[in-house]
């Protein structure tokens, strides 16, 4: 098989002094209307990523978005309402906050070259395409 392009390419940028990544894609744009654009920013020494998704819409939209999170192999998820821990097979434990969208876990299949493909969990941000310009979220590693 052949990849087939979507839209028009992919746009990356980075701003090394906030150490911050802009990702951008049209991919949904032709269908959907629609530019996705997600920017992620490193902080506390690899202690808290922060992300923003906004939804740049280049026409009336209507719909359900989901934006994913597949949690990686045996992570326990304590949900505490407004936030959730995440607590890791190493023992780590991450928080996770959010807002602007509603959330909920599901079942997920992951596949890693590790374990091969194996059942795990996911996060489920939910929003409306028509009602949404922007979901902020935050992990950020709990120090012992």
Do not use: P
């Not at 002094?17 to 209307?33: K, N, P, S, W």
Request: net charge negative; with cysteine.
């Amino acid at each position: 098989g052949r990849l087939l392009q979507i839209g028009a390419d992919a746009e990356l940028e980075t701003i090394a002094a906030d150490q911050t990544l802009v990702m951008r894609t049209h991919g949904y744009e032709d269908r959907f209307g629609v530019v996705l654009e997600r920017s992620v920013t490193l902080m506390a020494e690899g202690k808290t990523l922060v992300g923003q998704d906004k939804f740049i819409h280049s026409r009336r939209v209507s719909g359900a978005c989901a934006i994913r999170f597949h949690l990686a192999h045996q992570t326990e998820v304590q949900d505490a309402g407004d936030l959730l821990r995440l607590k890791l097979a190493s023992g780590a434990v991450w928080t996770f906050l959010w807002e602007g969208a509603d959330m909920r876990i599901e079942d997920s299949v992951r596949q890693s070259a590790y374990f091969g493909f194996h059942r795990t969990r996911q996060i489920v941000l939910d929003v409306l395409a028509a009602d949404a310009n922007e979901v902020s979220w935050i992990f950020t590693l709990e120090e012992a």
